[in-house]
């Protein structure tokens, strides 16, 4: 079976600019998660969704949003980049994302706002 | 707000000793779970170890287990006869039970394991 898929793998852009990062979950598996792994803030929670619905936001701003498709696969987006948005992006799946269920995560999208 | 902290930025070890990694939490929630996820540098968090907090006895999983003293909200992870490969980050997480859907980390230790 496949493991969670992210693309880019890197990813460099401008202040201003808009970025979209790609996520393609383990066959099988409805719920993606994201989060933002930074030095400084380490690992936040972004959002959560299963069978195409947001389930759970964490506590960023509307810059941040993102989509999931009716095969799972995810997006999300962040408009207007600003530096501070340079981090890792990783994305996780699983089948329902039930409290005890392991989360398979992907190997994450480095983006640099320049 | 639940927190999780992780006292030791950084931990080394001897290959084939005994090492154990701290976390702290903090919630006033009965149901939730404790888990402890590895980092290495191709930057896929792997899960190592779950822990039920319902659940009185600690988790084990082969060389790694752990210390869960739930009344102190203390969650260690134990790495028995260490190996070059347990070289990672390593993060332990919070989840509240029911329809939560997000996991809280703490913000990592990293471990470095010595030949």
């Known amino acids: 079976k496949a493991g969670v898929t992210q693309t880019p793998r890197y990813l460099i852009k401008t202040r201003g600019q808009q970025v979209t990062l790609s996520c393609s979950p383990i066959?099988?598996?409805?719920?993606v998660s994201w989060y933002q792994q930074t030095p400084g803030q380490g690992l936040q929670f972004l959002f959560e969704?299963?069978?195409?619905?947001?389930?759970n936001k964490g506590n960023f701003p509307g810059r941040f949003s993102g989509r999931q498709f009716s095969n799972s696969r995810s997006e999300m987006n962040v408009s207007t980049l600003e530096l501070g948005d340079s981090a890792l992006y990783l994305c996780?799946?699983?089948?329902?994302?039930?409290?005890?269920?392991?989360?398979?995560f992907g190997s994450g999208t480095q983006l640099s706002v320049l | 707000a639940q927190t999780v902290t992780q006292s030791q930025p950084e931990m080394s070890v001897q290959e084939a000793e005994t090492v154990t990694l701290s976390c702290t939490y903090d919630?006033?929630?009965?149901?939730?779970?404790l888990f402890w996820y590895k980092q290495p540098p191709s930057r896929q968090m792997i899960l190592v170890i779950r822990?039920?907090?319902?659940?009185?006895q600690n988790a084990t999983e082969n060389r790694f287990s752990v210390n869960f003293q739930k009344a102190a909200k203390s969650f260690s992870l134990k790495i028995s006869d260490s190996q070059l490969g347990d070289a990672a980050m390593y993060f332990c997480?919070?989840?509240?039970?029911?329809?939560?859907?997000?996991?809280?980390f703490g913000k990592g230790t990293l471990l470095t394991v010595n030949p």
């Open positions: 996780a799946s699983s089948p329902q994302n039930l409290p005890n269920e392991k989360l398979f």
């Open positions: 066959s099988g598996h409805r719920s």
């Open positions: 969704y299963f069978s195409e619905t947001q389930r």
């Open positions: 919630t006033s929630e009965s149901d939730y779970y």
């Open positions: 822990q039920e907090a319902y659940k009185q």
């Open positions: 997480a919070y989840r509240r039970g029911g329809s939560n859907y997000k996991l809280t």
